[in-house]
T-cell receptor, first 113, second 111 residues
Framework: TQLLEQSPQFLSIQEGENLTVYCNSS?????LQWYRQEPGEGPVLLVT?????EVKKLKRLTFQFGDARKDSSLHITAAQPGDTGLYLC?????????????FGKGTHLIIQP | EAQVTQNPRYLITVTGKKLTVTCSQN?????MSWYRQDPGLGLRQIYY???????DKGDVPEGYKVSRKEKRNFPLILESPSPNQTSLYFC??????????FGPGTRLTVT
């Protein structure tokens, strides 16, 4: 099983600040997904990145896939309290297997008003 | 509305009493999967299914069974639950394995 390390584990910042969270592995992934999970709910898919070096934007969120497809970052600009949640990255095995996703343990993000 | 539904949402049971958690999706997805989520361990895959009658083990399959007789349903069966199976369970489905839509979760407590 490939491992995904997410950092930081916990992050608490003030509304309006910028932040970056990271997802790293020693393994190559065919694609990488970011999910957000709110308390009492299932994870919700935010984005999929497929190509090394790819950058995708979703409003104030910017996602980047590393050139070697081993890591990814999520940058939030001008964070809002509504961004609070658990951010999970998940990678698809590059071996072509059909066994779904490997998840990181997540970054707990709290945006204080 | 496109969704994945799970039932029950909450369940408290005793050791050894067989239980089934149902999962249904209305998006005609071929891929379905079960995960458990535990503090400090994250989401771990239990079983997955690429299509009807095709199932395979994930990372933590011990103590669980699944079946996929219909495309829309993927029940999770605990034949003899034990306290270490107390967890938050999620069912997910997707057109492809790497873009999954999750259900709302089932919180299971085994005493």
């Amino acid at each position: 099983t490939q491992l995904l390390e997410q950092s930081p584990q916990f992050l608490s910042i003030q509304e309006g600040e910028n932040l970056t969270v990271y997802c790293n592995s020693s393994s190559v992934f065919s694609s990488l997904q970011w999910y957000r999970q709110e308390p009492g709910e299932g994870p919700v898919l935010l984005v999929t990145v497929v190509t090394g070096g790819e950058v995708k934007k979703l409003k104030r969120l910017t996602f980047q896939f590393g050139d070697a497809r081993k890591d990814s970052s999520l940058h939030i600009t001008a964070a809002q309290p509504g961004d609070t949640g658990l951010y999970l990255c998940a990678g698809e095995d590059s071996g072509g297997g059909a066994d779904g996703l490997t998840f990181g343990k997540g970054t707990h993000l709290i945006i204080q008003p | 509305e496109a969704q994945v539904t799970q039932n029950p949402r909450y369940l408290i049971t005793v050791t050894g009493k067989k239980l089934t958690v149902t999962c249904s999706q209305n998006m005609n997805h071929e891929y379905m999967s079960w995960y458990r989520q535990d503090p400090g361990l994250g989401l771990r895959q239990i079983y997955y299914s690429m299509n009807v009658e095709v199932t395979d083990k994930g990372d933590v399959p011990e103590g669980y069974k699944v079946s996929r007789k219909e495309k829309r349903n993927f029940p999770l069966i605990l034949e003899s639950p034990s306290p270490n199976q107390t967890s938050l369970y999620f069912c997910a489905s997707g057109r492809i394995a790497y873009e999954q839509y999750f259900g709302p979760g089932t919180r299971l407590t085994v005493t």
